[in-house]
Every structure is written in structure tokens, then in C-alpha cells.
């Protein structure tokens, strides 16, 4: 059973960079899926932020105000996101997750979600 | 681009049926067979419904169906339990730019 797990910091300051870690068991990274994040502000609707695949393609959100990187450690099986120069619009709950297939499949696996607060 | 749209709350008694709309346009909802639905219960992560307009995943009862006409998917729940009391959310591939949106989310109330 695919189990994914999001790790972190729970509080981070404004302008600084948030930075959260997916990682995944009871498979490998290394297949044919894309690894994606998104949130969801308290009392909003969830929020894609974008995906990876294991070789390291990339998808993004481009309405996003923050610069976003995702990048994929295949050694460690985890993805990982960073997401800089945050404002408190970036508090929300952050999910790890796997797209079914492709970025145009829905997301059949989620993490439990990391709560992520951004404040002085 | 805008999220999809849903309506903020829909209710109905145990035993009937509800029906959620998702509104997109002709560049997400209208032009791919990507449609997706989710079920949150409070404080938990989503979980997979629907897929590609009318696909269960293993395990969702049939009484969760969907469908689509035109830039607008539905999603509808039929023989209402008391456990269908969650927020619903829909979820479109909008191609190579946008690739993926959300709608707002729909608070299910069973009463």
C-alpha cells in the first residue's frame, strides 16, 4: 500500500523560503506517475501547485505568486518542495500526492497534509 | 484562470439524491474527459471519488456517479448515509498552461 508523508517546518517568516519533503513507501518514486503538491487555505478550496516525474519534468501552477521549485530525490524516494520570498497567503495545509498516470489523471494518493503558518 | 465553479453548500435527507455542479469553460471542463471528484471529511485528507468524468476508484459505493455536459461536470450521490456528510470538491485538466484546476469546494449537509 502507498503510503506519502509530508515533513517540515510548521512555521515559517515572511519573505523566507518554505520548504516541505514528500516522502514515499511502499513503492518506488521511479514509475510511471507524476508527485504533486497542493494546499489548502483554512475555510478555502484546495490549490495545485504543481508536479514532478522521476526524471525530474516539471508542471507548475503559473498563477502562483511565489516562486516555486519541485524537485525529486530518487536515492531517498522523496519529492520535495520549496517556495520562496512567502507572504501569509502561503498558510494552509500542504499535501504531497500522486497524480493517476499523468498531470491530466486525477490524485489517487495523499499525504496526511502539513500545516504550514507563515508569521513573524 | 479562475478556479471551477461550485456552489458553497447543497443538503438533502437520508435516502435521496443530490447532484453538485462544477462550471468550467471550454479550455478545462469543456475540452477534456479529466474530470475528477474528491471527498474531505473535516481535519482529513481528500479522497478520490471520481476520475475521468465517470470512473470509481475501487472500493467508492455506485452510489457516487458522475457526469458531464458540456463545460460542466456533475457530480451525484444517490440513497444519501449520513457518513456522505463532507465537502466535495472538483478538479479539471485545463492543458499545458494552467494543467490543473480546482473548484471551491461544496459542503454537503445531510439532514
Known amino acids: 500500500q502507498l503510503h506519502l508523508q509530508e515533513s517540515g517546518p510548521g512555521l515559517v517568516k515572511p519573505s523566507e523560503t518554505l520548504s516541505l519533503t514528500c516522502t514515499v513507501s511502499?513503492?518506488?518514486?521511479?514509475?510511471?506517475?507524476?508527485w504533486a503538491w497542493i494546499r489548502q487555505p483554512p475555510g478555502k478550496g484546495l490549490e495545485w501547485i504543481g508536479c514532478i516525474d522521476y526524471a525530474g519534468t516539471t508542471y507548475y501552477n503559473p498563477s502562483l505568486q511565489s516562486p516555486v521549485t519541485i524537485s525529486v530525490d530518487l536515492s531517498r524516494n522523496q519529492f520535495s518542495l520549496k517556495m520562496r520570498s512567502v507572504t501569509a497567503a502561503e498558510t494552509a495545509v500542504y499535501y504531497c500526492a500522486r497524480h493517476l498516470g499523468s498531470v491530466a489523471g486525477g490524485v489517487d494518493y495523499w499525504g496526511q497534509g502539513a500545516r504550514v503558518i507563515v508569521s513573524s | 484562470q479562475s478556479a471551477l465553479t461550485q456552489p458553497r453548500s447543497v443538503s438533502g435527507s437520508p435516502g435521496q439524491s443530490v447532484t453538485i455542479p462544477c462550471t468550467g469553460t471550454s479550455s478545462d471542463v469543456g475540452a477534456y474527459n479529466y474530470v475528477s471528484w474528491y471527498q474531505q471529511h473535516p481535519g482529513k485528507a481528500p479522497k478520490l471519488i471520481i476520475y475521468?468524468?465517470?470512473n470509481r476508484p475501487s472500493g467508492v459505493p455506485d452510489r457516487f456517479s458522475g457526469s458531464k455536459s458540456g463545460d460542466t461536470a456533475s457530480l451525484t450521490i444517490s440513497g444519501l448515509q449520513a457518513e456522505d456528510e463532507a465537502e466535495y470538491s472538483c478538479c479539471s485538466y485545463a492543458g499545458g498552461y494552467t494543467h490543473v484546476l480546482f473548484g471551491g469546494g461544496t459542503k454537503l449537509t445531510v439532514l
Open positions: 475521468e468524468v465517470t
Open positions: 511502499g513503492d518506488s518514486i521511479v514509475s510511471y506517475y507524476q
